[in-house]
């Protein structure tokens, strides 16, 4: 049950940094990543020229960071796309794809389908499913459970997480099959992703007293925009889909640099604009969007590393985000957009753990 906490989101938050453990040492032998041990029991990077990933909602949100960071590391071209639009025109799909479905229920109607669809074409599919016993892990060539238990609220924290952590898992685990990748990074990207857990468990307690406080601001706002950079634009999609599915505000994602291509328009004063910037590489880019943004009178709160250096006149707010790998932290920066979700939602009085007109599994387009 919900063990004292007021909601099973809040309960599925705070669950994060042990499902999130249970998940990486489920997948580590001896201190290195070990994908055999979790179900995946094929070569899954070698015998590909391409991969598509393809999922609905969070768990497509997960699928749009690891384009990212797939792309950027392991070389191969990767695709990423909602389920229902990718099962209704004819993708190029064949015996030389990689499939990469990402389903917490693994029962969602329209990946089903878009599983089905791949693997008629001659495609092999692994999942990364919650669910063992469902559909899509019983049609899939391979699998990574992501162990993050049972999650009851319609708005998904938990699974998001492991799905991410699922990508990374992935993303080390190619890195070795790419003789260009140094051991010595290698060891180092697994030592970061080790460190997350811990870092998420402090990070809640950190930030929660702060995020109540804007929760308090945010509740009473029509409109809040996210913005960010690569795989930060990736959590800002994230980050609004929780707000609004939530509490029912409205809430838009755009990458920072799109601004200024139209949605400029709608910042006027007062408008709160939350800007993600968990990685460095992106940093001074995102930074002037900011000040563009700040010059037109939004209210802004930047959500960071604590190690950088930025002109504070354009800040309303900030969040520090400890250091890590520009790679691993946007599981750091998600963890105060839940927060933010659920506590402004709070303040909305709205009905946090079933939200108006959704449903946990989607089994009908
Ligand atoms: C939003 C949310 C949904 C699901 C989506 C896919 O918080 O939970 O967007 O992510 O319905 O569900 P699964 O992962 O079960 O395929």
């Known amino acids: ?29 001896d201190g290195s990543i070990n994908l055999r041990q979790n179900g995946l029991n094929k070569d899954w990077l070698a015998d590909y020229d391409k991969i598509h990933i393809v999922a609905c909602g969070t768990a497509y949100h997960s699928g749009a960071l690891a384009k990212y960071l797939l792309e950027d590391k392991l070389r191969i071209p990767v695709e990423v796309e909602v389920a229902s639009e990718y099962r209704y025109r ?54 990574i459970y992501l162990k993050a238990g049972p999650e009851i609220a319609v708005a998904s924290t938990k699974a998001y997480t492991n799905m991410v952590a699922a990508f990374y898992l992935l993303l080390i685990d190619g890195m070795k099959q790419r003789s260009e990748i140094k051991q010595q990074t290698i060891k180092k990207y697994t030592s970061d992703l080790i460190k997350l857990p811990e870092m998420i468990r402090k ?83 995102l930074f002037s969007n900011l000040e563009e943004v700040k010059a037109r009178g939004a209210e802004t709160l930047l959500i960071t590393e604590a190690k950088q250096n930025f002109k504070e006149e354009s800040i309303d707010h900030l969040i520090e985000l400890p250091l890590l790998n520009q790679d691993f932290a946007g599981l750091l920066a998600i963890i105060p957009l839940q927060l933010l979700a659920y506590y402004t939602a709070l303040e909305c009085g709205e009905d946090i753990d079933q939200p108006r007109n959704l449903a946990k599994s989607v089994t009908v387009e």
């Open 90 to 143: 004819k993708p190029i799909v064949d015996s030389s794809t990689l499939m990469i479905v990402v389903s917490q229920s693994g029962e969602t109607a329209d990946t089903l389908a878009a599983l089905r669809l791949a693997k008629k074409e001659g495609a092999d599919v692994l999942a990364l499913t919650n669910s063992r016993d469902s559909s899509i892990a019983r049609e899939s060539d391979m699998i």
């Open 203 to 285: 990070l809640i307690d950190n930030s929660k007293a702060q995020i109540k406080l804007l929760a308090e601001k945010y509740a009473l706002k029509d409109n809040i925009f996210f913005i960010g950079r690569n795989t930060d634009y990736t959590l800002a999609l994230e980050g609004a889909l929780k707000l609004k599915e939530i509490s029912y505000i409205h809430a838009e994602a755009y990458p920072a640099g799109e601004l200024k291509h139209g949605t400029l328009a709608l910042i006027e004063k007062g408008i709160p604009v939350i800007a993600l910037a968990s990685r460095s590489d992106v940093f001074a880019k």
């Open 1 to 29: 049950e919900k063990q004292g906490y007021k909601h099973f989101m809040l309960k599925e938050i705070y669950e994060q940094p042990e499902s999130l453990k249970r998940l990486l040492e489920a997948n580590l032998k």
